[in-house]
């Protein structure tokens, strides 16, 4: 596909699809994750070294489909993943079950998405194994635990975001996507728990990022509530990872500043990107940064991310 035929993607400030292509962009990374042949049910984690050669025609694929900044790519294969991850379950959850064996299961020949037998037993085996049935069961006990459940539908948390921003004409607060996140067209609160989540959050006083941290508790490692995958706490939260609870910013920084910077900062990569663009039109075929890179004794490390968007 010639790159003017490409889908281009609208990036929001923490590196996520945001626009409307963004539900036929996870379409996409979705229907891969179910590929036998670029995500295989045979191999135990996505981690693993003998991934690695999937992990780049995955995106070598993408990229012939879409068009993006290079640093997108640790993103789309962390969705790949999540919906690898989710493809396997759900196999686990329909055809997995008491009193069964790999034999009857392979017996009922291979299920809807599943073209590869090899790929189907290996997986299926793995299933009977002590250590799948100690996953399991850990597993199992946290689902138990989780509290909330969502009516976004095929919408992403960073569209949401974008429509939430354009709306307000500023960001909007992780409270006030919670509150999109779980309610519905009537105006209803989804089950009591949000209801008494946001009745509670109207009774509180101070700076809403702040009362969203006191009511929601501690987050994952890594993660953020209702900011879907790819924001971390030092993304969101800039300078000051702790949030806005901290009250110990310093040497003249604060969140807002963070938030500020972030701003500008997508700014400057929107107009990079279109740079990056219009050069790979004008010299089709060629490699312009790197031969920038030469000319200049510029390592690929220390390149901009755009460059790969030429190829």
Known sequence: MDASERIELDIDEFGVPCGGESSLFASFLGTISKNNTLTPLSIEHWKRREFKPFHRKILKITKSKFWYPAYLDKWILQ????????????????????????????????????????????????????????????????????????????????????????????????????????????????????????DKAAEMEGPREEVFQKLAGSEHNGRLRCMGLGPTPTTYFGVCSRGAACGSCSAGHSCADA??????????????????????????????????????????????SMGSRAS
């Open 79 to 198: 969705a790949v993943n999540r919906k690898w991850a989710e493809f396997k379950c759900d196999l686990k959850n329909k055809h997995f079950g008491f009193g069964k064996t790999v034999e009857s299961i392979m017996a009922e020949g291979l299920p809807q998405g599943v073209t590869d037998v090899t790929q189907w037993y290996t997986l299926v085996a793995s299933w009977f194994t002590e250590k799948s049935k100690k996953m399991s069961k850990v597993n199992s006990d946290n689902a138990k635990k989780k509290k909330l459940h969502h009516t976004a539908g095929r919408r992403s948390i960073a569209r949401i975001r974008k429509e939430l921003r354009a709306k307000l004409a500023r960001a909007p607060t992780r409270l006030e996507v919670f509150e999109v996140l779980h309610k519905r067209n009537d105006g209803t609160y989804i089950d009591d728990y949000a209801k008494d989540f946001m």
């Open 259 to 304: 938030t500020a910077l972030k701003e500008e900062l997508r700014e400057v990569k929107k107009h990079m990107d279109v740079m990056a663009r219009f050069i790979s039109r004008q010299f089709p075929g060629q490699n312009w940064m790197e031969d920038a890179e030469n000319n200049h004794g510029v390592t690929s490390e220390a390149a901009p």
